[in-house]
Nanobody, 123 residues
Framework: QVQLVESGGGLVQAGGSLRLSCAAS????????MGWFRQAPGKEREFVAT?????????LYGDSVKGRFTISRDNTKNTVYLQMNSLKPEDTAVYSC???????????????WGQGTQVTVSS
């Protein structure tokens, strides 16, 4: 059973930066993809980014964050990060990390989820 714990959310002004962390424990994630999704009130869950643990590394980004967000991992800490730069008010959402046996943008393919962390971007 994999447990995922996110941290790093908070309140930031537009144009600012935040870094989210997702620590995995309780299971093997070395052959899994780790993804970030977000959900704003009244909106559907949106794919943000995903990264594979293994080599070669595969990274995918959602169109709305490409060029502003960077996903990375630290294998020694079983932790995945999401560096968010040039934040906009429309980035406000609950951000959740999840893991999947395949690299995909589809939320339904992710079988373990964290509890989520709130990111609020003020204008």
């Amino acid at each position: 059973q994999v447990q995922l714990v996110e941290s790093g959310g908070g309140l930031v002004q537009a144009g600012g930066s935040l870094r989210l962390s997702c620590a995995a424990s309780g299971g093997t994630v070395s052959r899994r993809a780790m993804g970030w999704f977000r959900q704003a009130p009244g909106k559907e869950r949106e794919f943000v980014a995903t990264i594979t643990w293994g080599v070669p590394t595969t990274i995918l980004y959602g169109d709305s964050v490409k060029g502003r967000f960077t996903i990375s991992r630290d294998n020694t800490k079983n932790t995945v990060y999401l560096q968010m730069n040039s934040l906009k008010p429309e980035d406000t959402a609950v951000y959740s990390c999840a893991t999947s046996p395949v690299v995909t943008r589809t939320a339904a393919r992710y079988d373990y989820w964290g509890q989520g962390t709130q990111v609020t971007v003020s204008s």
